[in-house]
């Protein structure tokens, strides 16, 4: 099992399908990141999502089984961007990664606000499409620090498109 380092951290770019097929079924973790009820109220202004159980701290600890507020579903899996750019490798020099969708997502357990998560990727397939175009799927999770389940866990999908 790897884990990535901090944004900005020297793992090597991968150059072609061999590179991304010789790392099939190794894990990576970001770092670590805390929920707080800021970024899940200006995750709510943004979406339009003003739910009491996300933005009324309150009412969610009087009327919710959680305890508390939770952040949006959406917002964890959001998320998978930011934990992806800290630990997964580089991309080569003129090339781009497009995000392809997801291959079933699952919400497992609520995210407390004020809780750390962090993201799980798995590389489990990496296949050339056409030439300069490689698909990779990770299975991913963002995990709950302490929690006995993970948030979320998908499949999800990308193309490194090359020069």
Same mark, same amino acid.
């Given at each position: 099992?790897?884990?990535?380092?901090?944004?900005? %951290?020297?793992?090597?770019?991968?150059?072609?399908?061999?590179?991304?097929?010789?790392?099939? %079924?190794?894990?990576?973790?970001? $770092? @670590?990141?805390?929920? $707080? &009820?800021?970024?899940?109220? %200006?995750?709510?202004?943004?979406?339009? $999502?003003?739910?009491?159980?996300?933005?009324?701290?309150?009412?969610?600890?009087?009327?919710? /089984?959680? %305890?508390? /507020?939770?952040?949006?579903?959406?917002?964890?899996?959001?998320?998978?961007?930011?934990?992806?750019?800290?630990?997964?490798?580089?991309?080569?020099?003129?090339?781009?990664?497009?995000?392809?969708?997801?291959?079933?997502?699952?919400?497992?357990?609520?995210? /407390?606000?004020?809780?750390?998560?962090?993201?799980?990727?798995?590389?489990?397939?990496?296949?050339?499409?056409?030439?300069? &175009?490689? &698909?990779?799927?990770?299975?991913?999770?963002?995990?709950?620090?302490?929690?006995?389940? /993970?948030?979320?866990?998908?499949? @999800?999908?990308?193309?490194?498109?090359?020069?």
């Amino acid at each position: 099992m790897l884990d990535g380092g901090s944004a900005g %951290g020297s793992i090597a770019a991968m150059t072609n399908t061999q590179d991304y097929q010789s790392r099939i %079924g190794e894990t990576r973790h970001s $770092d @670590w990141f805390t929920v $707080d &009820q800021a970024r899940v109220n %200006g995750f709510a202004d943004i979406t339009l $999502d003003h739910q009491f159980i996300h933005v009324d701290p309150e009412r969610a600890k009087a009327e919710t /089984p959680f %305890g508390g /507020p939770i952040a949006h579903g959406f917002l964890t899996l959001s998320m998978l961007s930011h934990f992806a750019a800290q630990c997964m490798p580089a991309f080569p020099d003129k090339a781009i990664g497009i995000n392809y969708g997801f291959d079933k997502v699952r919400f497992l357990s609520p995210v /407390p606000v004020g809780a750390r998560i962090r993201g799980k990727f798995t590389l489990a397939s990496a296949d050339q499409r056409k030439p300069g &175009q490689i &698909q990779l799927a990770h299975d991913v999770e963002v995990e709950i620090e302490n929690a006995p389940a /993970p948030a979320l866990a998908a499949r @999800w999908l990308s193309l490194v498109v090359t020069g």
